[in-house]
């Protein structure tokens, strides 16, 4: 999946990797990182994408993911799940709303951040040269997230609004 306005993409495939040797050596408990809130799993349920990629911990079930969507402009929106579907169309109207992707297992509740990005018509102008002021930032913020913090903040904001 690709949107033209995609920028400032973020990935915790590393973290991710890192977390699972954890959990495959024993050091991290299995019920520490299959920990998907009841909300969570209902947005995976009515919201997310299914994907045929196998949850790397229980290996029965396949993985779904849920975009979880924050940003000034969306109000009262913000934090919720939306349908993969609905998010180029939310890109050609706002100017920039952030998007967690958080994949969940349905089955054993196994969650993890995998990626974060901006979306909107902002885009447009700023895959011009000289309009990535803000992008080294915001990269550095990422890499700088240990485990699945982030994930457990957008969790933590989703809950607080809602
Ligand atoms: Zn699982």
Redesign the pocket.
């Known amino acids: 999946m690709r949107m033209r306005t995609q920028r400032q993409v973020v990935d915790y495939s590393l973290q991710k990797r890192a977390l699972l040797r954890e959990v495959y050596s024993g050091r991290v408990g299995v019920y520490e990182v299959?920990d998907a809130s009841p909300y969570l799993k209902n947005a995976a349920r009515f919201h997310g994408e299914p994907t045929d990629v196998r949850?790397?911990?229980?290996?029965?079930?396949n993985?779904t993911h849920v975009h979880y969507i924050y940003g000034d402009e969306l109000k009262q929106s913000a934090g919720q799940a939306r349908k993969l579907a609905e998010l180029p169309v939310l890109a050609m109207t706002l100017r920039e709303f952030q998007v967690y992707v958080v994949e969940v297992?349905?089955?054993?509740?196994?969650n993890h951040l995998v990626q974060q990005f901006l979306l909107g018509r902002d885009g447009l102008a700023a895959a011009e040269p000289g309009s990535t002021r803000r992008a080294a930032g915001q990269v550095a913020a990422g890499g700088a997230a240990e485990r699945d913090s982030s994930a457990r903040e957008a969790r933590r904001r989703r809950g607080a609004e809602g």
């Open positions: 299959c949850c790397p911990v229980c290996r029965r079930e993985l297992c349905r089955g054993c509740g196994w």
